[in-house]
């Protein structure tokens, strides 16, 4: 039941529909269609916006959209005259927010704290005229009260999940108090103390790796960082290649979660001195089946853990949606429907080798093809192809397991990557043997990989002889289309361009700029860059013993290859991205 003051005043539909046909916001047909299906409503205690949002009506102030509920909020916001706040998990410190009130209080009063300093507590609420709950609060925080407007489905979301996760949190350190305190280096000897683990399996710890998982699949994490500290540990989301502070636990609830996340991905949960490697697979809240492969580290505080989330999704990809111009894409497929040879892949960890990898095998996989990969580990699961993980525990290296391949009577052969001189000369051997292999390098970028190769010990007839191509990349974030900004070029805003930019300058680019859509970062989503360089006789014939790395770099260019940072300048032509994240990604 509402506790409400006399001054209170709660929203209702005959209070917000004459405000939002006076300000032009509802059409008099839609307004009357919403004010008789809000008499006959069964359930009375929905907020009256997210009544409104579900009927789906004409926006007269943006043509062919409807008055949804953020559209809705906001304009509460603006007609009360109090600010508004398009709420964000990752900018919220949910301790500190189910800390300075109860459950039940920020239900009652469908509120809830989303900052807190020394000199200000701010409240999120859905009722701008219901102030009777200001009062309680600030005589028990003894600091005043911002009030800020929020979407009332994300206050009750986000107040569930984040009170529940403190309840779990909560529970599994009474649940451990008895233990140990984590093991680390600087490890303080405490007499009397037990010695048992905590539990993987305790309700509490399985509650929070499930918000774990559910709360980075919503927020587009491609990687979820757990790492312990002295008192307590981290987790951090990497979204668009920046990484994001989520939570903080304490450091037994965080061994919990990584035993706990251990035990889901078969790996040893007793063994906490060396790495281990380990794999996931579940479902998105929407039902899509997801991979994630976990990495532990043993570092001074305890185990540090990664996990790499694999959307299945990519295998689905086209080449368009992955960053390619129809320009790479030809060049790409002149080398990739090759009979024989060898196709490198090149650029650091987390550049989209894989993605490109796997969109490229998917489309070569036919019927009438046999297409084997040999991977460390395997990453997605694709029925198209056989895939083969290498175990160096048994001696299934990636060049014992090129060998096993050769025998498989392949057409094609995808390495997870060549690490030493073996595997390359295996791979170089299969290329000999009328085979088309694929695989990747770390260089900076593709004229790059075939000094690599000769570093490794291969020959330079053998490179002359074999391969076909080299491909670098990276991945840029894209602006948001919600609040990209243009603005005027000068030629010295275009630094490096100039000179090898085909055609005139643009006139134009676009900026970031920041909104609630987008975190402020001014960038949604990813795309890649490439720099591909197909093999040439003019290309052979600088490969020599004394190899002039800068010579293969201006030859290449000269027929037709674009450096990284130039094909990263055409996203920023078009307004894909912005120069300053062009000159970020790419080597100069």
Not at 41 to 47: K, M
Not at 140 to 147: A, S
Not at 341 to 357: A, D, E, F, N, R
Not at 358 to 378: F, G, R, S, V
């Amino acid at each position: 039941m509402r506790i409400t003051s006399p001054h209170d005043q709660w929203l209702d539909l005959e209070q917000l529909l004459p405000a939002l046909l006076a300000q032009n916001r509802i059409r008099q047909s839609c307004a009357e269609q919403a004010l008789i299906a809000g008499r006959t409503a069964a359930n009375a205690t929905v907020h009256p916006l997210v009544f409104l949002a579900r009927q789906h009506l004409e926006d007269p102030s943006r043509a062919g959209r409807t008055l949804d509920i953020e559209t809705l909020t906001a304009w509460l916001a603006s007609h009360c005259g109090q600010p508004y706040l398009r709420l964000d998990p990752l900018k919220i410190d949910a301790v500190t927010a189910t800390g300075l009130m109860s459950f039940a209080f920020a239900q009652r009063h469908g509120i809830l704290a989303v900052a807190a300093n020394d000199t200000a507590i701010t409240i999120a609420s859905t009722q701008p005229w219901v102030s009777s709950w200001e009062a309680d609060l600030r005589q028990v925080l003894k600091r005043p009260i911002l009030r800020v407007i929020a979407n009332p489905l994300e206050i009750q979301r986000l107040s569930a999940e984040f009170f529940q996760l403190a309840r779990s949190v909560t529970g599994a350190v009474l649940n451990d108090q008895k233990s140990s305190p984590q093991a680390n280096l600087e490890q303080l000897l405490t007499l009397g103390t037990g010695a048992r683990e905590p539990d993987a399996n305790d309700a509490h710890i399985v509650n929070i790796v499930d918000w774990l998982f559910q709360c980075a699949f919503e927020q587009r994490a491609s990687d979820i960082h757990i790492e312990p500290r002295r008192e307590q540990g981290a987790m951090r989301f990497r979204i668009d290649g920046v990484l994001h502070d989520v939570y903080q636990f304490p450091a037994q609830v965080t061994m919990g979660v990584v035993s706990r996340l251990k035990s889901l991905g078969r790996m040893n949960v007793a063994e906490k001195r060396k790495p281990q490697d380990g794999r996931i697979k579940t479902r998105t809240p929407g039902g899509a089946e997801v991979e994630l492969r976990l990495a532990t580290l043993p570092t001074a505080f305890g185990e540090k853990m990664v996990m790499r989330i694999f959307d299945p999704q990519v295998l689905l990809k086209n080449f368009d949606q992955l960053g390619f111009t129809p320009e790479d894409l030809q060049h790409w497929q002149q080398m990739t429907t090759r009979p024989n040879g060898i196709i490198l892949l090149t650029g650091p960890t987390g550049s989209g080798k894989t993605s490109t990898l796997y969109a490229t095998l998917k489309q070569l996989a036919t019927p009438q093809i046999n297409l084997c990969t040999l991977e460390d580990p395997i990453e997605m699961i694709e029925p198209a192809f056989n895939q083969m993980q290498v175990q160096p525990n048994i001696d299934l290296t990636f060049a014992n397991g090129v060998r096993a391949l050769m025998r498989q009577d392949p057409d094609i052969i995808m390495l997870g990557e060549i690490r030493d001189l073996e595997t390359a000369e295996v791979a170089i051997q299969a290329a000999l043997t009328g085979h088309l292999v694929l695989s990747t390098l770390h260089t900076n970028d593709a004229p790059s990989a075939i000094s690599r190769l000769q570093e490794l010990g291969v020959a330079p007839y053998l490179i002359k002889a074999t391969l076909l191509g080299v491909m670098a990349q990276r991945l840029v974030r894209t602006l948001c289309t919600d609040c990209r900004a243009e603005q005027p070029l000068d030629q010295r805003d275009w630094p490096g361009f100039a000179p090898t930019w085909p055609g005139p300058l643009p006139v134009c680019t676009w900026r970031a700029t920041g909104c609630e859509h987008c975190r402020g970062t001014g960038y949604s989503g990813r795309v890649g860059i490439y720099e591909i360089m197909s093999m040439s006789e003019e290309l052979k014939a600088l490969i020599g013993p004394d190899t002039d790395l800068n010579a293969i770099r201006h030859q290449a260019c000269a027929q037709g290859m674009l450096s990284l940072r130039l094909a990263a300048a055409r996203k920023v032509a078009i307004g894909v991205t912005s120069l300053e994240e062009a000159m970020r990604v790419t080597p100069a």
